[in-house]
Nanobody, 125 residues
Framework: QVQLVESGGGSVQSGGSLRLSCAASGFTLDDYVIGWFRQAPGKEREGVSCIRLSDGSTHYANSVKGRFTISRDNAKNTVYLQMNSLKPEDTAVYTC??????????????????WGQGTQVTVSS
């Protein structure tokens, strides 16, 4: 049973930085992708970034390219999302997700089969 534990959310001023962590457990010997989605009140859910654990391939939404960096520590089964130059529009609940043996990269939404509880990120102007 895969479990995802997120940490690192909080409040920051515009231009600031935060680092989110997602500690995963219960993995088998399969190919996994771990990613982050976010959702702000009244807005659609958005895929932010993802990383394939086997080879480190990454993908970013256009809205965060150049500002966010996703990385992994396979020994700890932990994925990090370093968020720099934060903007008020980055304010959302960020949720860690994982896909096992996805057919596509980045995975389609339907391929993500485990979701964390979410962590709030608030960026003030």
């Amino acid at each position: 049973q895969v479990q995802l534990v997120e940490s690192g959310g909080g409040s920051v001023q515009s231009g600031g930085s935060l680092r989110l962590s997602c500690a995963a457990s219960g993995f088998t010997l399969d190919d996994y992708v771990i990613g982050w989605f976010r959702q702000a009140p009244g807005k659609e859910r958005e895929g932010v970034s993802c990383i394939r654990l086997s080879d480190g391939s990454t993908h970013y939404a256009n809205s965060v390219k150049g500002r966010f960096t996703i990385s992994r520590d396979n020994a700890k089964n932990t994925v990090y999302l370093q968020m720099n130059s934060l903007k008020p529009e980055d304010t959302a609940v960020y949720t860690c997700v994982t896909a096992r043996n996805p057919r596509w990269f980045p995975p389609g939404l339907h391929e993500y089969d485990h979701w964390g509880q979410g962590t709030q990120v608030t960026v003030s102007s």
